[in-house]
């Protein structure tokens, strides 16, 4: 039986208020897309932290099945501990993950770190590269709002193949963008991607294919 762990690591401060209830969409159908995509005897354990000006644990390692995504809650405010967030939650994956597990870890946010207090860009990278590598079976993926997100992502040791942007700004981008994160996960989880290049590069044509039909279809403005 393989195993496969993924963490998300997602944006709720406040600057996420205007779409909150897609980004609240965007969680619940990321999980879905992965039930979805496993394969009937693999295990899939998931953990999903959020944060703003402190970090928040959802779910540490559970099962994929077990979550009740209908109840969970999305409020944003505050700032942005993303460091915080993101130190805990790879702590707490390689406590659990084995030499054979697949290990994916997601970071969606619209703006800079401002708020951590455990965790700094050093300490952060510092664990990032010891899980990185041509052998390693460590996906790391940094989702942010614009190209600062590269320069973001390289503070903490995550390669620019590893790093898309999305859009954040609209009700519609945020759809779009959770539409291209259910193809990377079916890719992932069926193993025709195999890294964070490949991952990001399928978030990135499943955009710009999003953004040739509503090119050819001008009034088709809720990307149905």
């Known amino acids: 039986m393989a195993r496969t762990l993924v963490g998300l690591v997602f944006d709720k401060s406040s600057s996420m208020y205007g779409i909150k209830d897609e980004a609240l969409s965007t969680?619940?159908?990321y999980f879905?897309?992965?039930?979805?995509a496993r394969k009937e005897d693999d295990e899939v354990l998931v953990w999903l932290y959020t944060f703003d000006t402190a970090y928040i644990?959802?779910?540490?390692?559970?099962?994929?099945?077990?979550p009740d995504l209908k109840?969970?809650?999305y409020n944003p405010g505050g700032m942005t501990a993303l460091y915080d967030a993101l130190g805990r939650c790879v702590t707490s994956m390689e406590k659990e993950a084995k030499a054979k597990d697949?290990?994916?870890i997601v970071t969606m946010t619209d703006g800079q770190e401002n708020s951590s207090r455990e965790f700094n860009s050093s300490s952060v990278k510092a664990l990032i590269e010891k899980h990185s590598g041509k052998k390693s079976k460590w996906t790391f993926v940094y989702l942010g709002a614009d190209e600062s997100a590269y320069k973001a992502a390289a503070?903490?040791?995550i390669q620019q193949q590893g790093v898309a942007v999305l859009d954040f700004a609209s009700p519609l981008g945020m759809r779009n963008s959770s539409?291209?994160?259910?193809?990377a996960n079916t890719a992932y989880m069926s193993g025709a991607v195999l890294?964070?290049?490949?991952?990001t590069s399928t978030i990135a044509s499943t955009l710009m294919d999003e953004k040739k039909k509503v090119g050819k279809d001008p009034d088709n403005l809720t990307g149905e």
């Open 102 to 104: 697949k290990v994916l």
């Open 57 to 66: 644990v959802v779910w540490d390692g559970i099962d994929l099945d077990i």
């Open 195 to 199: 890294d964070s290049a490949g991952y």
């Open 27 to 29: 969680v619940k159908d």
């Open 71 to 73: 109840r969970l809650e």
């Open 155 to 157: 503070n903490i040791g």
């Open 32 to 36: 879905k897309s992965l039930r979805k």
């Open 179 to 183: 539409d291209s994160l259910k193809v």
